[in-house]
Nanobody, 120 residues
Framework: QVQPVETGGGSVQEGGSLRLSCAYS????????MRWYRRAPGKEREFVAR???????SYADSVKGRFTISQDDAKKTLYLHMNSLKAEDTAVYLC??????????????WGQGTQVTVSS
């Protein structure tokens, strides 16, 4: 099963950096659309960044220029490099793996999330 597992969260001061990791299993007959989301206290879940199946990368406007998404296929790990962190980046960060298989099936797997807290 794919089941993503996020690590790397923590507490930092404004202007600091963190790198989040999302380890997940990949099936050889499937392709993956990988996304980071976040959920801040009292707010709806928000899209952060994405690597589409064709490799296209996109970001939310709120993180563009500060966050970088990448992946290491050999390590089966997705990353989110976060720089110039702001207090408003405080949230639980969630990894989402969209799995598209040659059989035509599609599945969506979510991790449990990792907490990022940015203090001013």
């Amino acid at each position: 099963q794919v089941q993503p597992v996020e690590t790397g969260g923590g507490s930092v001061q404004e202007g600091g950096s963190l790198r989040l990791s999302c380890a997940y299993s990949r099936r050889t007959d499937c392709r993956y659309d990988m996304r980071w989301y976040r959920r801040a206290p009292g707010k709806e879940r928000e899209f952060v960044a994405r690597i589409a199946i064709d490799g296209t990368i996109s970001y939310a406007d709120s993180v563009k220029g500060r966050f970088t998404i990448s992946q290491d296929d050999a390590k089966k790990t997705l990353y989110l490099h976060m720089n110039s962190l702001k207090a408003e980046d405080t949230a639980v960060y969630l990894c989402d793996a969209g799995e598209y298989c040659s059989s035509g099936s599609w599945n969506d797997y979510w991790g449990q999330g990792t907490q990022v807290t940015v203090s001013s």
